[in-house]
């Protein structure tokens, strides 16, 4: 039977996980990386801090097996250790929006008020992917949709929506998504094509969330249906 020193080692092991997760902007960069590999400099503007804090950042994560890294050059490349941290990050989301009352009131004072901004879910957008009906835009960086897509998707950063507007057809329902349910860009994309009298509505979550569900699928793990 174990003795209390090595389990207190044990828990505290576990622990580490917890403590490297517990700083806002570390926690960013796990959203960031959510979406695909990317460098120290880009991760640093993505969070507006400078790159040696960012650096000490990452270090934490990569200290606690969250981040692994690369070198390309001079460039050091961070990417998310495994899907596991993903899905850690998804169920604190969840459990923080869960137990957590002022998460609603925090999550509207930086997204804004959603109530007229229509969803479309993941279950009804992968039955019209190939019908015609729509258009799927991808509002974040350019880097993230090389990383990875929604199949059909055209990568419109949203920093260049409003001058590529005219080029999406003006009859056909647009489909804007980006990082996840925190991510203001496909808020910000609806928004904008709205007063443009375009016909728009935004993913329910983000790019990850539909990596994973298309993830369960092809390994017959589960379904694409929200719950």
Same mark, same amino acid.
């Given at each position: 039977m &174990?003795?209390?020193?090595?389990?207190?080692? =044990?828990?505290?092991?576990?622990a580490?996980v917890?403590?490297a997760?517990?700083n806002g $902007?570390?926690?960013e960069l796990?959203d960031?990386?959510?979406?695909?590999?990317?460098?120290v400099?880009e =991760?640093?503007?993505?969070?507006?801090?400078?790159?040696?804090n960012?650096?000490?950042? =990452?270090q934490?994560?990569?200290a606690?097996g969250?981040?692994t890294?690369?070198?390309?050059g001079?460039?050091?490349y961070?990417?998310?250790a495994s899907?596991?941290?993903e899905?850690?990050?998804?169920v604190?989301?969840?459990?923080s929006?869960?137990?957590?009352d002022?998460?609603?009131?925090?999550?509207a004072?930086?997204? &804004?008020n959603r109530d007229?901004?229509e969803e !479309?879910?993941?279950?009804?957008?992968?039955?019209?992917?190939?019908?015609?009906?729509?258009?799927? !835009?991808d509002?974040r960086p350019?880097?993230?949709?090389?990383a990875?897509?929604?199949?059909?998707? $055209?990568s419109?950063?949203i920093?260049q929506l409003?001058?590529r507007?005219?080029d999406l057809p003006?009859n056909?329902e647009?489909?804007?998504?980006?990082?996840g349910?925190y991510c203001?860009?496909a808020?910000?994309?609806?928004?904008l =094509? $709205?007063?443009? $009298?375009r016909n728009?509505?935004?993913l329910q979550?983000?790019?990850?969330e539909?990596?994973?569900?298309?993830?369960?699928?092809a390994? &017959?793990?589960g379904?694409?249906r929200?719950?």
């Amino acid at each position: 039977m &174990g003795d209390r020193q090595a389990k207190n080692a =044990l828990f505290d092991g576990f622990a580490d996980v917890a403590k490297a997760l517990g700083n806002g $902007r570390r926690v960013e960069l796990i959203d960031v990386l959510a979406q695909g590999e990317r460098h120290v400099e880009e =991760l640093a503007s993505e969070i507006d801090q400078s790159v040696a804090n960012t650096s000490h950042h =990452l270090q934490v994560l990569a200290a606690a097996g969250l981040v692994t890294t690369r070198r390309d050059g001079n460039r050091i490349y961070y990417e998310l250790a495994s899907d596991d941290v993903e899905q850690l990050w998804s169920v604190l989301r969840s459990v923080s929006q869960s137990h957590l009352d002022e998460v609603d009131d925090l999550a509207a004072d930086y997204l &804004g008020n959603r109530d007229n901004l229509e969803e !479309i879910s993941r279950d009804e957008l992968a039955q019209r992917l190939d019908d015609g009906t729509l258009i799927i !835009i991808d509002v974040r960086p350019e880097t993230e949709y090389a990383a990875g897509h929604i199949r059909g998707a $055209r990568s419109i950063p949203i920093d260049q929506l409003a001058e590529r507007v005219r080029d999406l057809p003006a009859n056909v329902e647009v489909v804007a998504y980006c990082r996840g349910p925190y991510c203001v860009f496909a808020d910000d994309a609806v928004r904008l =094509l $709205r007063r443009r $009298r375009r016909n728009a509505r935004r993913l329910q979550d983000g790019y990850p969330e539909w990596r994973t569900a298309e993830h369960q699928i092809a390994h &017959g793990l589960g379904s694409s249906r929200s719950a």
